[in-house]
Structure formats: C-alpha cells, structure tokens
C-alpha cells in the first residue's frame, strides 16, 4: 500500500511538472508567433510607405487634388455599369477607426519599369479631346495610367485631376492618336478601360498642365479584418479592385498618424490623424507614425493581461491624448477591449517612424 502510494505521488508529480512545462513550452512559441507576425506586419507597412508618392508628389501646389475616373472592363457584359475611382492625390491617406478601432492606411505611388517624370502638356486639352499635345512623352507606353494634374498644380472643386490610360493606333504615318514624341492619345472605346471624356472637367485643361505616370499603378489598403488579419487591398491600372488578401495573422490593432512641421523648419512637430484638405495642408506631412499590435495565439487560463497595451511615442513632439508614463515618455492607448476574452491573451505593439521621401526629395515642408 505504501509502495503503491508513493507510486501515485510521483506520477502525480511528473504529470504537473509535464503540464506545467508544456504551458510555458506553448506560451512562448505562440509568443515567438505573434512576434514574428507583428514585426513583418510592420516591415511590410514600412516597405510600401517609404515608396508612398513615388511619381506622384512632384508639384506639392497638387497634394490633395481629388481624383476622378470610370473603370468599366470592355470584355464584362452589356448593361455593366461604370466603377467610380476617386481616391485623393497624396503618398498616404489614413481613415481613423472612430473609438480607437483599427485604422486604414491607403498608400498611393507609380509603379513603372523604368522611371515616371512629369509630362508637361503644351496645348489646351478640351473635354471631348481625344489626346494630349506634349513637351515630351519619354518614358510614357500605351497602357499607362495616367494622372492629368491642372497647371500649377491650382485644383478646386470644379478643376479637378483625371484618370485615363494612353493608346495608342499605331498608325502610319503618325496621327494625333498616335503615341509618339509629342502626343498621348486616349482614345475611348476599343480595349480601353478608364477612357471617358464624361470624366473630365466642362473647361478641359489649360497649356501648361501636366500628366503623372502611375504606370500599372499600386494603391494599396491595409486594414484589420474581422478575423483578426491584417489585410491589404490592392488596386492596379488593370482591374478595378482585387479581393482582399491576407498577410499576418493575430493582428488585433493598426494605429496611425501623420507626422507634421507645422513650423515650416524642415521638422515633425506634431503627430495627429486629421487628414489635411489643402495643399499646403499636404506639404506639412513629412512621416507616418504606425504601431501594430499583434497577440499571441496562445489562450492562457488565467488573465494574464490586465491593462490594453500602451504606445510609448516618446517626449519630443505634440500628440493629443497622451498621458505620461515610462520615465517621462508619453504613451497612447491602444483599444483591445473589443477582442473576446482580450485578458486571456498576451500582445506586443510594434512601432516606427517612415519619413515619407518622395515628399522630403521634391521639397513639399519646405
């Protein structure tokens, strides 16, 4: 009895040192897990914004022109109507989440095989033309988005920028819709997607406007999705939209902010979410502050976290919200009360700062 005693002691010993070391064991892979998730999230996100405004932010008087366009593939079925394009001619656009939920960032820039240089255009563009007369057209193909920008950059309400795609007839001798030195042609119809004349302003566009190259075009959303994902939504010049795709999983919060040199010295001052509606709005936008939150995978029967996570944005710059912490720093919280059993879990915030280069090398802050 004794022996058999000690017998059940020990085995009850071993089974709790067993438990308890394949609890840690899963804690810290699932730990290893949402590190890893959280920092290529964050890699990612860094990646696409260092490029944001890639062919796009030449003329900083521009920032900010709404942009307009159709999208209707020749090849869908009669009676298809026309998809709307309208997204905001700047490197990045943040949607805040109302009460601390996610954010969205949209990051827009060229994506050509070989460089996009501004194309000025010499002639007045009518709303019914059919082609742009041009200084030059270098580095310009047929198939190329492009973006026609209003002289001097000076968009309004009713002069706004336009979407279109160059053709080109390959006629010879060269036409005025011929894609060649001097002219880029949009002819409507045909194979062509975004061509409408509809969707230009009623007064055309003046000499001395100017064209954009997006080439193939990246405009990419990053969201959070129901499933706790960070996804991304990527537009080209090809296709209207694409299903949303995937990335990292256990991704349970996306917080952004525009840094900006409110004090014209060349500096972020201030970090905010208020998404500028002017161009010199615009050129105050120097950086994005981005923090991921990511969790581990791992539910703990206890509450292990007791607190939503802090993000620490240091002493040097003026946010709004923020309470002190860490020696002297300043953190903002970020919201995870909305993630079932969020107690149960364990998170790590991730965080940086992208200076938005394109903006910094063609001088928009200055």
């Not at 890893?36 to 008087?61: F, K, V």
């Not at 160059?166 to 997607?193: C, E, I, R, Y």
């Not at 936008?285 to 981005?290: D, E, M, S, T, Y």
């Amino acid at each position: 009895m004794v022996g058999l005693l000690l017998g059940l002691l020990t085995t009850l010993v071993i089974s709790e040192v067993l438990s308890t070391s394949e609890g840690k064991k899963r804690t810290l892979t699932m730990g290893s897990d949402a590190q890893t998730n959280g920092a290529l999230s964050l890699y990612t996100l860094q990646r696409d914004i260092q490029a944001a405004g890639y062919g796009t932010a030449n003329e900083p008087a521009a920032l900010g022109c709404p942009i307009k366009g159709e999208f209707r593939d020749p090849a869908a079925p009669a009676g298809t109507p026309s998809i709307a394009f309208s997204p905001t001619l700047a490197p990045v656009v943040i949607e805040d989440g109302a009460s601390g939920a996610p954010d969205r960032i949209t990051v827009l820039q060229s994506r050509t095989p070989g460089f996009s240089a501004p194309v000025s255009v010499t002639h007045s563009h009518a709303k019914t033309d059919e082609f742009f007369a041009v200084k030059s057209s270098l580095g310009v193909a047929a198939g190329d988005l492009m973006i026609v920008v209003p002289a001097g950059g000076a968009w309004s309400v009713d002069n706004w920028c336009t979407v279109f795609s160059v053709t080109n007839d390959g006629a010879s001798p060269a036409t005025s819709t011929t894609l060649d030195f001097q002219h880029v042609p949009h002819v409507s119809g045909g194979t062509s997607k975004w061509n409408r004349s509809s969707v230009f302003p009623d007064a055309g566009y003046p000499a001395q406007s100017y064209l954009l190259n997006l080439g193939t075009m990246s405009l990419n959303t990053y969201e959070v999705d129901a499933q706790k994902n960070l996804v991304v939504t990527s537009r080209t010049a090809g296709a209207a939209s694409t299903t949303s795709t995937a990335l990292y999983p256990q991704i349970v919060n996306l917080q952004a902010m525009y840094g900006k040199d409110t004090t014209a010295d060349g500096q972020v001052d201030t970090y905010d979410t208020v998404t500028p509606t002017t161009a010199a709005g615009w050129q105050q936008v120097l950086a994005i502050r981005v923090a991921v939150v990511a969790r581990s995978s791992q539910y703990e029967k206890d509450e292990v976290t007791q607190t939503e996570p802090l993000w620490d944005v240091g002493s040097g710059t003026t946010i709004a919200g923020t309470v002190n912490c860490h020696n002297g720093s300043k953190c903002l919280t970020l919201g995870i009360s909305s993630v079932p059993d969020w107690k149960h879990y364990r998170y790590k915030v991730y965080d940086t700062v992208v200076p938005l280069r394109n903006m910094l090398w063609n001088g928009a802050g200055s």
